[in-house]
């Protein structure tokens, strides 16, 4: 583990602990280590990272009272109002020890924490230190919680059902059904709560995006108006972050890899949908199905509890592994960034969550779409209808749906025409990274921002 005198500035970064927000906020760390920073990883001990890939940061747990508290999935809102209520008290005393002692700790010049995290924010207005947040989302999704509270004092909701499909305004191509809440009913108090303080971003002194300005310029200047504050856009987070450690909360099984060097290229289909969705077991036999039907190689990751119940993949249908044979590899987790960087892998099958469309877009994957919550179905609206390099799964239990899906992305004209413009997305997604591109640039803009704190 490093040491804080290794060097002499300090960030403190505060991540929300799921998988798809603290693996863009430990790439975010790597970034400013590269830049001459420590960093000092303040975390809760429910789903704590691995100090061990990371010997470079100095970890910081935070007592956060989970024990023995209900922490699924379906509680998200109650974990999220526990852990700002209880993280407060033991972030601010453990930093004001280390202020005190800045010849042992080195100098904390700022708070970076997850928007979800705004407790970070209460803790350095209290140290008289300035917060960045960290938006782990898309540019265009950063809008949608505003944009939500804005309707709302408009008393849009509730919506018919007949509107659902209608246009937001203000927001281009996005429809009410993408915002994923219930806005043909009273939207729920909790729910507003959390919108407003995930949104209250203008009292930091600047915003990160895990984006660039290449993806989405025009979400990015109307979220440049909004707050009013310095936006910092440097992602990819996992092209400019100068190593690859694992930040994966499961164990990955890369024997798919060398299953991937038997493939023809551009041929397998890739399925992950991520770290937290669960599916039905009729979703899960009609998508077997649909593979095996399509006479297309796969690669499947089924983790296990992905179904309701399940252990692993008792539940596929009987018949499906003698049907595909060797064609398909299915593992419980996988290597998913050198998955999709294999010369074997044709397309994507995703649930859109951002982390995985910037690393399917930096190898030219094209995908299909099945979002599950929260910001993916905004996102597979822009995949498939702004950049249109994904196709959209209508229907999720149909197997002559998937496999027709599949098809077309895999095998047909349309696939291909997808392919060149992720090819062409890839290209200027280069661009940006490299010396002299806006995401460099923007990360020096970063990092001397960082730097006048500390003077």
Not at 29 to 44: C, E, K
Not at 202 to 220: F, K, Q
Not at 340 to 347: D, E, I, N, P
Request: hydrophobic share 40%; with cysteine; charged share 20%.
């Amino acid at each position: 583990m490093a040491t804080l005198r290794d060097q002499r500035r300090s960030v403190v970064l505060v991540p929300y602990p799921y998988q798809g927000h603290i693996t863009p906020m430990l790439q975010l760390g790597q970034i400013l280590h590269s830049g001459g920073f420590s960093v000092i990883v303040a975390h809760t001990k429910f789903n704590s990272p691995n100090p061990l890939n990371h010997p470079e940061f100095f970890f910081l747990p935070l007592k956060d009272n989970l024990s023995g508290f209900d922490t699924s999935f379906g509680n998200t809102l109650a974990v999220i109002r526990a852990i700002n209520e209880n993280c407060r008290a033991p972030l601010q005393g453990s930093l004001a020890q280390m202020m005190k002692d800045q010849e042992k700790h080195g100098q904390v010049c700022c708070i970076i924490h997850d928007a979800i995290m705004h407790f970070g924010r209460s803790v350095a207005n209290h140290l008289n230190i300035s917060s960045l947040v960290l938006g782990t989302c898309s540019a265009l999704y950063m809008q949608v919680y505003p944009s939500i509270l804005q309707l709302q004092s408009e008393h849009y909701f509730p919506l018919q059902d007949s509107k659902m499909l209608e246009p937001v305004p203000g927001l281009g191509t996005l429809r009410f059904k993408d915002f994923a809440i219930p806005a043909n009913i009273e939207i729920p108090q909790p729910l507003l709560k959390f919108y407003e303080d995930t949104s209250n971003l203008g009292s930091s002194v600047g915003i990160i995006l895990n984006t660039t300005e290449e993806l989405d310029p025009m979400s990015l200047s109307q979220l440049k108006q909004y707050y009013k504050v310095p936006l910092f856009t440097i992602g990819p987070f996992h092209k400019m972050a100068p190593t690859s450690s694992s930040s994966s909360f499961l164990k990955e099984d890369r024997s798919c890899m060398a299953w991937l060097d038997k493939q023809a290229p551009q041929s397998v289909l890739y399925l992950s949908l991520g770290s937290l969705a669960s599916i039905e077991a009729k979703e899960l036999e009609e998508t077997a199905w649909g593979l095996a039907n399509s006479g297309q190689p796969f690669l499947w990751v089924v983790r296990p509890s992905s179904v309701n119940g399940s252990e692993w993949i008792e539940q596929l249908p009987k018949g499906f592994k003698d049907a595909v044979g060797e064609r398909g590899h299915i593992v419980q987790w996988a290597p998913q960034k050198e998955v999709l960087a294999h010369s074997a892998v044709g397309g994507f099958f995703s649930h859109c969550g951002w982390n995985s469309i910037l690393e399917s877009l930096c190898e030219a994957v094209p995908m299909i779409c099945r979002p599950c919550f929260a910001d993916q179905l905004a996102n597979a609206r822009y995949l498939t209808h702004v950049w249109k390099v994904g196709l959209e799964l209508e229907v999720v239990e149909d197997r002559g749906v998937i496999e027709r899906a599949i098809r077309r992305l895999m095998v047909e004209n349309e696939g291909k025409e997808m392919r060149q413009r992720a090819a062409d997305m890839k290209q200027k997604l280069d661009i940006s990274t490299n010396k002299g591109g806006s995401s460099h640039k923007s990360l020096s803009d970063l990092i001397d921002f960082i730097n006048s704190f500390a003077r």
